[in-house]
């Protein structure tokens, strides 16, 4: 699947945009994210978009409802999402993955993303993944 094709909402120019920003912000993560996707195939970003749909939908739900952040039950969803980062995008360290959760309610390109699926998401998203890293580090 060629770039095109992957980001068919998108001119060619703010991807390149995007790039450059991810390169000079992100430096060897963008670049082993970059190689990594390069050999994905449509099939390949299909089931990575069902599955992080699948991971929305359930913490949008559990947002819902009220359910703590910090539960065990959201802290589930959120190792779903670390864990497809790692396994498909770039290696993902705790204080990596908090930056994440951050970036979710500090660039509005993100928040936006986020307010979309359902309004409040990228703040309960950033503090699910807050307390999601604090578990890990306890842990280590």
Not at 3 to 10: N, P, Q, T, V
Not at 16 to 33: L, P, V
Not at 53 to 77: C, F, N, T, W
Not at 93 to 119: H, M, S
Request: charged share 35%.
């Amino acid at each position: 699947m060629n770039k095109k094709e992957m980001f068919i909402a998108f001119d060619e120019r703010k991807i390149e945009e995007y790039r450059k920003e991810a390169r000079e912000k992100y430096g060897e993560k963008a670049i082993e994210s970059e190689n990594r996707t390069a050999k994905y195939t449509k099939g390949d970003w299909r089931a990575i978009q069902d599955e992080y749909s699948e991971i929305y939908r359930a913490i949008s739900d559990l947002m819902l409802k009220g359910v703590d952040p910090a539960s065990a039950v959201v802290k589930k969803q959120i190792g779903r999402h670390f864990s497809m980062i790692n396994e498909k995008f770039y290696s993902c360290t705790p204080q990596i993955f908090r930056g994440l959760g951050e970036l979710y309610v500090n660039d509005a390109r993100f928040t936006a993303f986020y307010e979309n699926i359902e309004k409040g998401l990228a703040e309960y998203m950033r503090h699910a993944m807050t307390a999601y890293c604090d578990g890990l580090e306890k842990s280590i």
